[in-house]
């Protein structure tokens, strides 16, 4: 699929970087204050005629390295929407290849260039689908149009989080398991790391992390400045213990994990409030990053939205929360795990978490953020940064019956949804 961005007229004057020893190269180049994904093709139609658009490009953006003029977009597991059955999830195209697309910015417009297509170990393209039980499983329930029940894939993923390595292969992390799949530059598994210890490879993150929760698995991914360490965040609090019990906790976890030896570290972020979560992590520093939280509703929604945020945060000063039992709830403290805790019992455990510093409100930039879903998030240099939506292939929940879909429709603007990325300019550097 070949795509053209057209973007907005009014433009800003920005310089792009690529790293090189640790250094920025400075290089001219004019952003607009948005694109947007124009000519989408439409690779499925409901019985009622509801298009599902070839879009669906926002999860994730990433600077090619040494370009700085181009970008990686991902793709999440693909269209899907709620199905009526309990916990099942409605699949359109069930067969969907999860993938990264590389633009290119050449004058005034965002220009499809190649893709890579995510495969297995063997060389076989992967799906969207849910994993086996024991394998990543999320308890849902995947069914094709017709209510039948489709077969999981032990090698499917819902990717979300995406890291270039040095060598130019990619990490991506991913809602299922969770997983970190590391694949090479032509988009083949070279690794796959999980709680299960069922991935190529077959190393493991903490056994903590098993109690995600589903659909709000690892959201965020990236690697730092020297390319050793990944930094994954999770989406919400886990399910740890149990759904009741965290019900209002605001804790997310983030995960470092040292790509020669395995080491991991965890450590403790609050949300503004139990409505927000993340949806990204970009490292500035080995130990500083940007992370993006929002909540889920519209500009001029019911309920409205109130929180697309992008913060600073340290780790610096934090406490490393990893449980060297490396047991199923993780470290606990007087019989309760960490989601469990209040704000004051984690200040009487002397736990602190990272530090937040706002840099962006996305609902206040020129022309407003219409969308609900803030997932991608880029720093171009130390002044600029870019943001993207999901779009959800143009589609939305609930499903009425069979073969039937709802356009999703923006509120504020009486538009169907489709891909974005924002060129936000920061009032304050990142360094």
Known sequence: MRFKVI??????????????????????IQYPEKVTL????????????????GSGYGSAIAAVPNEPDAFYLMTDRGPNVDGTVKDSKLFPLPNF????????????????????????AAGAKITGKPNPVGQGSTGEVALDFNGNTLTNDPDGIDCEGLAVAPDGSFWVSDEYGPHLAHFDKEGKTIERINPFGTGTGGRKIPEVFKKRRANRGMEGLTISPDGKILIGMMQSPMYNPTR??????????ILTFEIATGITKQYAYITDNIRTLSSEIVAITATTFLVLERDQDYAGGQPAALTKKVYKIDITNSTDISDATNSATGIMFGGKTLEELSDAELVSNNIKAVTKELVADLLTIPGGYPHDKAEGLVILNNNLIAVSNDDDFGINNPTIINNTLIAKILPSTGKIDTNVIYFIKLSKGLK
Not at 38 to 53: E, H, L, M, S
Not at 246 to 252: E, F, I, K
């Open 7 to 28: 973007p907005v007229a009014i433009c800003l004057v920005a310089i792009t970087s690529c790293k090189k020893n640790n250094e920025l190269i400075q290089s001219p």
């Open 97 to 120: 290849n999860p993938h990264i697309a590389k633009f290119k910015l050449l004058g005034d417009s965002l220009v499809y260039i190649s893709s890579v297509e995510f495969k297995n």
């Open 38 to 53: 124009k000519a989408a093709g439409i690779i499925y139609t409901a019985a009622n005629g509801v298009n599902v658009f």
């Open 244 to 253: 009741a019990t965290v019900a209002n906790s605001r804790l997310l976890r």
